[in-house]
Antibody
């Protein structure tokens, strides 16, 4: 059974940093692209970033470029999102998701809430 | 960049058929995928590719596309289908980015 479990969310002040983690199991993690998708309270889904199987390609939504970094450790079956210079508008539930070639997400974690507030 | 447009809300009588649409330039080149999200839960993939359902998704869910519009059809809507539905696709600019529609709240009457 595919499982994705996010952790690392919490309350952080504007300008602060946070690192999210996603532990993957039930599939060969190193064979798949992975992604982060977020959802602000009461709002829709927003794609944040993708990373290739070996980490050699990474893509970001414009609003987080230069502030967020997606990475992975295939030996630990883990995906990460380093978030710096956080803003109030980054407040959201962040989901880890497995990304497929036709640009869809076939498995999702339960999400971790990030709140940026003073 | 690219945008995908969805109607904010749609309603359907129990047992009837409902179509939820998603419009955008990227859909002329790329398939849309569809997700169901119930309150407090993570999204669940219901349709991907031309018209493919993941294991466990009832066959009352189907997908289609024409021009710049993709559709999710629920034939014989059930009470448990009441949820938010989102479409997504590749960004039409060819830069490996992903776009989502704004979501449609489906009410089953």
């Amino acid at each position: 059974e595919v499982q994705l479990v996010e952790s690392g969310g919490g309350l952080v002040q504007p300008g602060g940093s946070l690192r999210l983690s996603c532990a993957a199991s039930g599939f060969t993690f190193s064979s798949y692209w992975m992604s982060w998708v977020r959802q602000a309270p009461g709002k829709g889904l927003e794609w944040v970033a993708n990373i290739k199987q070996d980490g050699s390609e990474k893509y970001y939504v414009d609003s987080v470029k230069g502030r967020f970094t997606i990475s992975r450790d295939n030996a630990k079956n883990s995906l990460y999102l380093q978030m710096n210079s956080l803003r109030a508008e980054d407040t959201a539930v962040y989901y880890c998701a497995r990304f497929r070639a036709n640009y869809y997400f076939d498995y999702w974690g339960q999400g971790t809430l990030v709140t940026v507030s003073s | 960049s690219s945008e995908l447009t969805q109607d904010p809300a749609v309603s359907v009588a129990l047992g009837q058929t409902v179509r939820i649409t998603c419009q955008g330039d990227s859909l002329r080149s790329y398939y849309a995928s569809w997700y169901q999200q119930k309150p407090g839960q993570a999204p669940v993939l219901v349709i991907y590719g031309k018209n493919n359902r993941p294991s466990g998704i009832p066959d009352r869910f189907s997908g289609s596309s024409s021009g710049n519009t993709a559709s999710l059809t629920i034939t014989g809507a059930q009470a448990e289908d009441e949820a938010d539905y989102y479409c997504n696709s590749r960004d039409s600019s060819g830069n490996h980015r992903v776009v989502f529609g704004g979501g449609t709240k489906l009410t089953v009457l």
